[in-house]
């Protein structure tokens, strides 16, 4: 495959990964007034609004960028990763926790937007890496 | 520089040549690992100092300043290493001589660093954990610091790549997590954002005290900063991002321990996690801050010992130093319930030693070389690669070390306490090394007693 067309590839799945996780973000947001207490309220707000900033901030910049090689995109879309796949940590470790008094059937969403944050989020990382010979942790 | 040539990185993690273009990470990545290291709870607990001296916004006003200085003092060692490409050891080799660098990376990293704190911080791993996870024996504190022993020996093993990973992951939650911990202690303890303003003691000490204890509690960081900055993808990247974190997220971990005291009485942010129903919330925050820091702590320390003891690798000298780290913690005070005090005497006593390390480095390579040799191109100021010629015993640079951590110690002691011990030290070093380097340069007297030869391997 010529170069051009593997780094417009590469741009357009760079871009998916990232809006996906953009899409998760937002999800939380809008789930932030469904958790029955401020508490709650708060933490996904928190949580959420660094993905969404995360993510968003990094969007257009990878759109746009003029790449002569993968690392080029590789290098933005793996930092936002970073930040929203941490994220999902924080998810699974809170969502479930009785301090946050979140009603159980959001909470149990909230864990599982966690668990596939950081899973997927894991996954493009070491994806990306590979695909542009660049370390994990660029 | 190294020339054209490819060398084998015979020891691993370029622990004696400098860092190919290759292998360069974003200011992010640096950003990222500075962070992890001051990602531990006993940066909280530091703050409590502060709460028993100052309000909340004066505290906040003190840090500030204080992490400023630290900020500046790091940026300013951290650009020699991204400059040149070469850990703090490699770079000591001109203002110390090839064996005074030696020496100087005992006293920083190898000792300090890579024996005694990394001792003390598992134990104080296997601590935390029991506390948190009380009446399990995976989580008493012998088996808890030998088990956290081991994984900041693994990523410690697996050298800076598998260190920044760990970073990434572990950093932006476990901030998030600190905030909420904050967050939450003062929604239990009822106190309100604006009543949190009021909150202090009758009587504030000197702003001058406050700045004290915050210079004095990071200024020995400072001083390896070249071994995160040389990795950067410009010069300047491990200076920013040194100067950033230290400002910005230090000063906050101050405050956040501090408003906690003066709220709850306890700085202890894991403890208001698990409080809330956070268990593994809470061990998560101890686990991957203790980590992230310890692994680092035994990192550095073996870049130093490979460049006093060639014998073995950089691998290898992190499990020697670990395992006898991990048997201190473990097995000393975790089984036997032996004191570690005399360690930690030792390893602040040594302390006292470091920040003169930074001095005459900053003296060396900002005034020395570039005013008085005139050497213009910060590039050009230190060469490395098989073949290059250093003096054995920089005699200037041994003089200003020994007795510049002299003064830093003397001024720790209650009848000569005086200033920053830590910035004493730093002064009287800097202007001890330029006040006997130039009088011998410009007298033609020879400085450096020795010659040693690098050789292929960068040792």
Same mark, same amino acid.
């Not at chain 1, 998810?91 to 969403?109: G, S």
């Not at chain 1, 070491?126 to 942790?137: F, T």
């Given at each position: 495959?010529?170069?051009e067309?593997?780094?417009a590839?590469f741009?357009?799945?760079?871009?998916?990964?990232?809006?996906?996780?953009?899409?998760?973000g937002?999800?939380?947001l809008?789930?932030?007034?469904?958790t029955?207490h401020?508490?709650?309220f708060?933490?996904?707000l928190a949580?959420?609004l660094i993905i969404?900033?995360a993510?968003?901030?990094?969007?257009?910049i990878?759109?746009?960028k003029k790449?002569t090689?993968?690392r080029?995109?590789?290098?933005?879309?793996?930092?936002?990763?970073?930040?929203?796949t941490?994220?999902?940590?924080?998810?699974?470790?809170t969502?479930l926790?009785?301090?946050?008094?979140?009603?159980l059937?959001i909470?149990a969403?909230l864990?599982?937007?966690g668990?596939v944050?950081?899973l997927?989020g894991?996954?493009?990382?070491?994806?990306?890496?590979?695909k542009?010979?660049?370390?994990?942790?660029? | 520089?190294?020339?054209?040539?490819k060398?084998? &990185?015979?020891y691993g &993690?370029?622990?004696t040549l400098t860092?190919p273009a290759?292998?360069?990470?974003s200011?992010?990545n640096?950003f990222?690992?500075?962070m992890?290291?001051?990602?531990?709870?006993?940066?909280i607990?530091?703050?409590?100092?502060?709460?028993?001296?100052?309000d909340?916004?004066?505290m906040l006003?003190?840090a500030?300043?204080?992490n400023?200085?630290l900020?500046?003092?790091g940026?300013l060692t951290a650009?020699?290493g991204?400059v040149?490409?070469a850990?703090t050891y490699?770079?000591?080799?001109?203002?110390?001589?090839?064996?005074?660098?030696?020496i100087?990376?005992?006293i920083?990293?190898?000792?300090s660093?890579?024996?005694?704190w990394?001792?003390v911080?598992?134990w104080?791993f296997?601590?935390?954990?029991?506390?948190?996870y009380p009446?399990h024996w995976?989580t008493s504190i012998a088996a808890?610091?030998i088990w956290g022993?081991i994984?900041m020996?693994?990523t410690?093993y697996?050298? @800076?790549?598998?260190?920044?990973?760990l970073s990434?992951?572990?950093?932006?939650?476990? @901030?998030?997590l600190?905030i909420?911990?904050?967050?939450s202690a003062l &929604?239990?303890?009822g106190?309100s954002y604006?009543?949190?303003?009021?909150l202090?003691?009758e009587q504030?000490?000197?702003i001058?005290t406050g700045?004290?204890y915050?210079?004095g509690l990071?200024?020995a960081g400072?001083?390896?900063?070249? &071994?995160?900055s040389? @990795?950067g993808?410009?010069?300047w990247?491990?200076?920013?991002a040194?100067a950033?974190?230290?400002?910005?997220f230090?000063?906050?971990l101050?405050f956040?321990?501090?408003?906690?005291t003066?709220?709850?009485?306890?700085p202890?942010v894991?403890?208001a996690?698990?409080?809330?129903g956070?268990g593994a919330g809470a061990?998560?925050?101890?686990?991957?801050?203790?980590?992230t820091?310890?692994?680092?702590?035994?990192?550095?320390g073996?870049?130093?010992?490979?460049n006093?003891f060639p014998k073995?690798?950089?691998g290898?000298?992190?499990?020697?130093?670990g395992?006898i780290g991990t048997?201190i913690?473990g097995i000393w005070?975790g089984v036997?319930g032996m004191?570690l005090?005399?360690?930690?005497?030792f390893?602040?006593m040594l302390?006292?030693?470091?920040?003169?390390v930074g001095?005459?480095?900053?003296?060396d390579?900002?005034i020395?070389r570039?005013f008085?040799?005139?050497?213009?191109d910060?590039?050009?100021?230190y060469k490395?690669?098989?073949g290059?010629?250093?003096?054995?015993?920089?005699?200037p640079?041994i003089?200003?070390?020994?007795?510049?951590?002299f003064?830093?110690w003397?001024t720790?002691l209650?009848n @000569?306490?005086?200033?920053v011990?830590a910035l004493?030290?730093?002064?009287a070093?800097?202007?001890?090394y330029l006040v006997l380097?130039i009088l011998m340069?410009?007298a033609g007297?020879?400085y450096?007693v020795?010659?040693?030869i690098?050789?292929?391997?960068g040792f």
């Amino acid at each position: 495959m010529p170069m051009e067309a593997e780094i417009a590839k590469f741009r357009r799945e760079s871009e998916l990964s990232i809006a996906i996780m953009l899409v998760l973000g937002v999800i939380t947001l809008i789930l932030a007034p469904l958790t029955g207490h401020y508490r709650g309220f708060y933490l996904c707000l928190a949580l959420g609004l660094i993905i969404v900033i995360a993510s968003g901030a990094y969007l257009p910049i990878i759109h746009v960028k003029k790449a002569t090689s993968l690392r080029e995109l590789a290098i933005p879309a793996m930092q936002s990763l970073w930040v929203s796949t941490s994220m999902g940590l924080g998810y699974v470790v809170t969502a479930l926790a009785e301090y946050f008094k979140i009603v159980l059937p959001i909470a149990a969403t909230l864990f599982i937007i966690g668990w596939v944050i950081l899973l997927f989020g894991l996954y493009r990382l070491i994806y990306i890496s590979k695909k542009a010979g660049v370390p994990l942790a660029i | 520089m190294s020339g054209e040539k490819k060398i084998e &990185d015979f020891y691993g &993690d370029y622990a004696t040549l400098t860092v190919p273009a290759e292998e360069r990470r974003s200011t992010l990545n640096l950003f990222m690992v500075y962070m992890g290291v001051l990602a531990v709870v006993a940066a909280i607990f530091a703050g409590s100092g502060l709460a028993a001296m100052y309000d909340v916004s004066t505290m906040l006003h003190v840090a500030l300043a204080g992490n400023i200085v630290l900020g500046i003092f790091g940026a300013l060692t951290a650009y020699p290493g991204g400059v040149t490409r070469a850990n703090t050891y490699m770079l000591l080799r001109y203002p110390l001589g090839r064996v005074g660098a030696m020496i100087g990376a005992l006293i920083i990293a190898g000792i300090s660093c890579g024996i005694l704190w990394f001792a003390v911080e598992t134990w104080l791993f296997g601590l935390t954990t029991s506390v948190i996870y009380p009446g399990h024996w995976l989580t008493s504190i012998a088996a808890a610091s030998i088990w956290g022993g081991i994984l900041m020996m693994i990523t410690a093993y697996m050298g @800076y790549r598998s260190i920044s990973i760990l970073s990434y992951i572990t950093v932006p939650f476990w @901030y998030v997590l600190c905030i909420i911990g904050f967050f939450s202690a003062l &929604d239990f303890s009822g106190v309100s954002y604006q009543a949190m303003w009021q909150l202090g003691p009758e009587q504030m000490a000197p702003i001058g005290t406050g700045i004290t204890y915050v210079i004095g509690l990071y200024a020995a960081g400072c001083v390896i900063t070249s &071994d995160v900055s040389r @990795y950067g993808v410009k010069p300047w990247s491990g200076s920013l991002a040194w100067a950033l974190h230290v400002t910005i997220f230090m000063t906050t971990l101050l405050f956040i321990g501090g408003v906690m005291t003066l709220a709850t009485g306890s700085p202890n942010v894991i403890v208001a996690i698990a409080n809330i129903g956070l268990g593994a919330g809470a061990l998560l925050l101890a686990i991957l801050g203790q980590w992230t820091t310890n692994d680092n702590n035994l990192w550095s320390g073996s870049l130093a010992f490979v460049n006093v003891f060639p014998k073995f690798k950089r691998g290898t000298w992190v499990l020697i130093l670990g395992v006898i780290g991990t048997f201190i913690a473990g097995i000393w005070a975790g089984v036997y319930g032996m004191s570690l005090d005399p360690f930690i005497a030792f390893g602040t006593m040594l302390g006292c030693f470091i920040p003169p390390v930074g001095g005459v480095l900053i003296a060396d390579f900002y005034i020395f070389r570039r005013f008085v040799l005139g050497i213009k191109d910060p590039a050009q100021r230190y060469k490395f690669g098989p073949g290059t010629k250093y003096g054995a015993i920089n005699v200037p640079g041994i003089i200003a070390l020994f007795v510049g951590g002299f003064i830093g110690w003397l001024t720790t002691l209650p009848n @000569y306490a005086f200033g920053v011990p830590a910035l004493n030290a730093i002064f009287a070093s800097i202007i001890l090394y330029l006040v006997l380097i130039i009088l011998m340069h410009k007298a033609g007297i020879r400085y450096e007693v020795g010659t040693w030869i690098e050789k292929e391997t960068g040792f």
